[in-house]
């Protein structure tokens, strides 16, 4: 791997440190983490405030529009993952006006996760909130399916119109009619060369033989739905064009917005020889192309492919994509110079408000030393030595970074555990597991088990010792919180299928049994008997039938903490 960065772990923060530095006039900084981009400009009264979001390592998304015409700011997250929903709080508190907000990203767990939970801190401090999803990729579910698709570079063309409704200070609900509708008519297809590489993984998220091409592959470094022989540049658009055009009206008198996009490493020439004959097919088929764009919008970092969106337009979202806008990363038209808000306001610690150094701020002591907590810091060192093959897993389903979020959230329940009195009742102890797990790299897995342990530690009373019948009714709550949060059934192919034979073998159990080997070993028959299955949730539910013989990542993240535990 070669990679122009310093060390791995800081790359993230010091990207942000360089558009700062480089862009100060148009873009500045909410929080004290850097990890928020806002508009100079914003708050502006009568201006809906736009907040969107995500993973690094997709520039110039996310961060590159925001702007004049375009959103009023971002939080961002780590390479491929969701940023918290106290960055996307912080993001929003600083560019909230009496207008309201709209939550604009890409369906993504993580990301709906965390934006909801951000909603609701916001809808408590009397603000309105509107959540429109980028749902523009075709390959990732069929039409029947189609809510569940995930966003991606079409997502740009409805950051334009949303953006310009916005700018012309339409009401909240007309500017999330209009979001709605842009995404609603956006598709797109892309096709990948070759994989991603995550800089504090160092590998390749998949891998392509020689010659090679993968349709339909995701941002994130997600396998497609399609490997073949690598096609010539008109058969790979004619391809994406027949897919588009059956949810896309490409007839006789349709208006169009296009967007030929790079995904990280294909030269520019090469987006330009596919954007011929995109002009050339839909000419012939008399469709207008009212507005196109060439180039790199949407990036996977050095992922060699390329992707096609296209934006069926009425009047109104003509007149949207045709808008001036402005940001440091992208322009169109003119525009009169950026005006700030006045003096930039103090940075906040993007910090979720209950919060206080990672964890509750009302801790309950007991008598005596909490062994749960000395049971946990002795064991979850262990988890570091299973980053790369939770990495590799994920890969091969996946977009790679669990190994990264299970390792980090380790260390961040760690530190969280260490900072906590020795006599912290468990309860606390819990939570605070809970809330630095899914703060320090808050994926969709981070979020679903970091809830899922808050919910757990509800079924403990203040001061109550966790103990051996502690057990069960805390699994069971951490079971049913992450099944409601995150939608999956028992059966679907994610860690409930490693955690459902653990709470019945406990619940069974008679007095005195082994219940720790008992533990493991249910939850390794829950891993086997599940790698049959197909996934049907999450991001691998979007590699269809090729997680079929596939261990599932997050099942083998629960076997391998249970392995872990050191009970003496």
Same mark, same amino acid.
């Given at each position: 791997?070669?990679?122009?960065?310093?060390?791995?772990?800081?790359?993230?923060?010091?990207?942000?440190?360089?558009?700062?530095?480089?862009?100060?006039?148009?873009?500045?900084?909410?929080?004290?983490?850097?990890?928020?981009?806002?508009?100079?400009?914003?708050?502006?009264?009568?201006?809906?405030?736009?907040?969107?979001?995500?993973?690094?390592?997709?520039?110039?998304?996310?961060?590159?529009?925001?702007?004049?015409?375009?959103?009023?700011?971002?939080?961002?997250?780590?390479?491929?993952?969701?940023?918290?929903?106290?960055?996307?709080?912080?993001?929003?508190?600083?560019?909230?006006?009496?207008?309201?907000?709209?939550?604009?990203?890409?369906?993504?767990?993580?990301?709906?996760?965390?934006?909801?939970?951000?909603?609701?801190?916001?809808?408590?401090?009397?603000?309105?909130?509107?959540?429109?999803?980028?749902?523009?990729?075709?390959?990732?579910?069929?039409?029947?399916?189609?809510?569940?698709?995930?966003?991606?570079?079409?997502?740009?063309l409805v950051y334009k119109v949303a953006g310009a409704a916005a700018d012309r200070l339409w009401l909240l609900p007309e500017v999330a009619r209009v979001a709605q509708k842009a995404a609603d008519n956006t598709r797109t297809m892309g096709v990948g060369l070759s994989a991603t590489?995550?800089?504090?993984?160092?590998?390749?998220?998949?891998?392509?033989?020689?010659?090679?091409?993968?349709?339909?592959?995701?941002?994130?470094?997600?396998?497609?739905?399609?490997?073949?022989?690598?096609?010539?540049?008109?058969?790979?658009?004619?391809?994406?064009?027949?897919?588009?055009?059956?949810?896309?009206?490409?007839?006789?008198?349709?208006?169009?917005?296009?967007?030929?996009?790079?995904?990280?490493?294909?030269?520019?020439?090469?987006?330009?020889?596919?954007?011929?004959?995109?002009?050339?097919?839909?000419?012939?088929?008399?469709?207008?192309?009212?507005?196109?764009?060439?180039?790199?919008?949407?990036?996977?970092?050095?992922?060699?492919?390329?992707?096609?969106?296209?934006?069926?337009?009425?009047?109104?979202?003509?007149e949207l994509i045709h808008a001036p806008a402005s940001s440091p990363f992208f322009r169109q038209g003119s525009s009169e110079p950026v005006v700030t808000a006045g003096a930039a306001p103090e940075l906040v610690v993007a910090a979720p408000p209950a919060l206080v150094d990672g964890?509750?701020?009302?801790?309950?002591?007991?008598?005596?030393?909490?062994?749960?907590?000395?049971?946990?810091?002795?064991?979850?060192?262990?988890?570091?030595?299973?980053?790369?093959?939770?990495?590799?897993?994920? /890969?091969? %389903? !996946?977009? #790679?970074? +669990? &190994?990264?979020?299970?390792?980090?959230?380790?260390? @961040?329940?760690?530190? =969280?555990?260490?900072?906590?009195?020795?006599?912290?009742?468990?309860?606390?102890?819990?939570?605070?597991?809970?809330?630095?797990?899914?703060?320090?790299?808050?994926?969709?897995?981070? /979020?679903? %088990? !970091?809830? #899922?342990? +808050? &919910?757990?530690?509800?079924?403990?009373?203040?001061? @109550?010792?966790?103990? =051996?019948?502690?057990?069960?009714?805390?699994?069971?709550?951490?079971?049913?919180?992450?099944?409601?949060?995150?939608?999956?059934?028992?059966?679907?192919?994610?860690?409930l299928d490693a955690l459902h034979p653990v709470i019945t073998v406990l619940r069974q159990a008679p007095a005195g049994s082994d219940s720790l080997n008992l533990a493991r070993s249910a939850a390794l028959a829950g891993v086997e008997s599940s790698t049959a299955l197909r996934a049907?949730?999450?991001?691998?539910?979007?590699?269809?039938?090729?997680?079929?013989?596939?261990?599932?990542?997050?099942?083998?993240?629960?076997?391998?903490?249970?392995?872990?535990?050191?009970?003496?």
């Open positions: 791997m070669r990679k122009i960065i310093n060390d791995p772990q800081a790359f993230v923060d010091e990207v942000m440190e360089g558009i700062f530095a480089a862009h100060s006039d148009e873009v500045r900084p909410a929080t004290t983490d850097n990890r928020t981009l806002v508009r100079v400009d914003a708050p502006a009264p009568g201006r809906v405030g736009i907040v969107t979001g995500g993973g690094s390592g997709h520039l110039p998304f996310f961060l590159g529009y925001v702007g004049r015409g375009l959103r009023s700011a971002v939080a961002i997250g780590n390479v491929f993952s969701s940023p918290s929903s106290a960055q996307i709080y912080a993001a929003s508190r600083a560019v909230a006006s009496d207008a309201g907000l709209l939550y604009l990203y890409g369906n993504y767990g993580g990301d709906v996760y965390n934006f909801d939970l951000a909603a609701d801190l916001c809808r408590a401090d009397g603000l309105e909130v509107e959540t429109v999803l980028g749902t523009d990729d075709l390959p990732s579910a069929p039409l029947n399916q189609k809510d569940s698709r995930r966003g991606v570079a079409g997502l740009v590489i995550l800089p504090a993984a160092g590998e390749a998220t998949f891998t392509l033989g020689d010659g090679e091409m993968e349709i339909g592959v995701g941002i994130h470094g997600e396998q497609g739905t399609h490997r073949g022989p690598l096609e010539t540049a008109d058969e790979i658009t004619d391809r994406f064009l027949t897919e588009l055009a059956t949810e896309i009206p490409l007839v006789s008198g349709s208006r169009v917005a296009v967007l030929v996009n790079g995904l990280g490493a294909i030269p520019l020439e090469e987006l330009y020889v596919m954007y011929r004959r995109v002009h050339s097919v839909l000419a012939a088929k008399g469709v207008t192309i009212a507005r196109r764009y060439v180039g790199e919008y949407v990036t996977s970092l050095e992922m060699a492919g390329a992707s096609l969106s296209i934006m069926n337009l009425d009047d109104e979202l003509e964890f509750a701020l009302v801790v309950t002591l007991m008598a005596t030393p909490s062994r749960l907590r000395t049971v946990l810091l002795a064991s979850l060192p262990d988890m570091q030595s299973h980053i790369a093959e939770l990495r590799d897993l994920d /890969a091969a %389903v !996946g977009d #790679g970074d +669990l &190994g990264i979020t299970v390792g980090a959230g380790s260390l @961040a329940v760690i530190d =969280a555990l260490t900072a906590l009195p020795e006599n912290a009742d468990d309860a606390s102890v819990l939570r605070a597991a809970g809330e630095a797990f899914s703060s320090a790299n808050p994926s969709t897995f981070a /979020a679903l %088990v !970091g809830s #899922g342990i +808050l &919910g757990g530690a509800a079924t403990l009373a203040p001061e @109550a010792e966790f103990t =051996a019948a502690s057990t069960v009714p805390f699994l069971q709550a951490v079971f049913d919180r992450i099944s409601e949060r995150g939608g999956a059934a028992l059966g679907d192919k994610t860690l049907a949730r999450g991001r691998a539910a979007w590699q269809g039938d090729r997680t079929i013989g596939q261990q599932d990542p997050g099942a083998v993240a629960v076997l391998r903490f249970i392995e872990s535990l050191r009970l003496d």
